[in-house]
């Protein structure tokens, strides 16, 4: 079974542009969160989409969007890049919500000048 | 606020010894937890989760302990080999209200010397 596949796995962007990153979660999986990884920050939940619908979200701006398509595919979008969002954004995926394994992607490491 | 938090940042160990990364999360809600290895340049791989009506749980080289008193989990990985040289995360799930929502030790580089 194919894992949790993340695209692009690497982009340059400049401060005031907006970037969209993509998740493809394992098969049969409905949940998909996003992390934000920083090396100051640690790990840190952006938002979990299940049925095409936000359950969760963490302290970010609004500038931090995303969505869920009904093949559970989801999407996370930034307005008005700052330099402070380069960081490696990570996707998981899990059966359902709650208490289950989660499996996270290889991630998208944004960098942004 | 509360978080999962790692009581060593760094560990260093012989090839062939047994390791231990401790942790320990502050919410008594909590009821799942996950233990994560990362490579450089790689996303957080699963090792083994627990959850809160267990003390222990097994797999292939590695046990994770939970303490629900002091709050308190722990990961051991027997016969440590270079292969596990890597930063370990210990994550904590607070119940069904957060959904899916995972947090996030800071982490514990392991380094495995020959």
């Known amino acids: 079974k194919a894992g949790v596949t993340q695209t692009p796995r690497y982009l340059i962007k400049t401060r005031g542009q907006q970037v969209t990153l993509s998740c493809s979660p394992i098969s049969g999986h409905r949940s998909v969160s996003w992390y934000q990884q920083t090396p100051g920050q640690g790990l840190q939940f952006l938002f979990e989409y299940f049925s095409e619908t936000q359950r969760n979200k963490g302290n970010f701006p609004g500038r931090f969007s995303g969505r869920q398509f009904s093949n559970s595919r989801s999407e996370m979008n930034v307005s008005t890049l700052e330099l402070g969002d380069s960081a490696l954004y990570l996707c998981a995926s899990s059966q359902m919500v709650g208490g289950y394994e989660q499996y996270f992607g290889p991630g998208t490491r944004l960098t942004v000048t | 606020g509360e978080s999962v938090g790692l009581h060593l940042p760094t560990l260093s160990v012989q090839e062939g010894d047994n390791s231990i990364i401790n942790c320990a999360y502050s919410?008594?809600?909590?009821?799942?937890f996950i233990w994560y290895k990362q490579e450089s340049g790689k996303g957080p791989q699963f090792i083994i989760d627990i959850r809160s009506n267990m003390d222990k749980r097994q797999g292939q080289r590695v046990t994770v302990l939970l303490n629900k008193t002091v709050k308190h989990l722990s990961l051991q990985i027997a016969a440590t080999q270079p292969g596990d040289s890597a930063v370990y995360f210990c994550a904590e799930n607070r119940g069904e209200t957060s959904g899916s929502r995972l947090t996030f030790g800071e982490g514990t580089q392991l380094t495995v010397n020959p």
């Open positions: 919410n008594s809600a909590s009821d799942y």
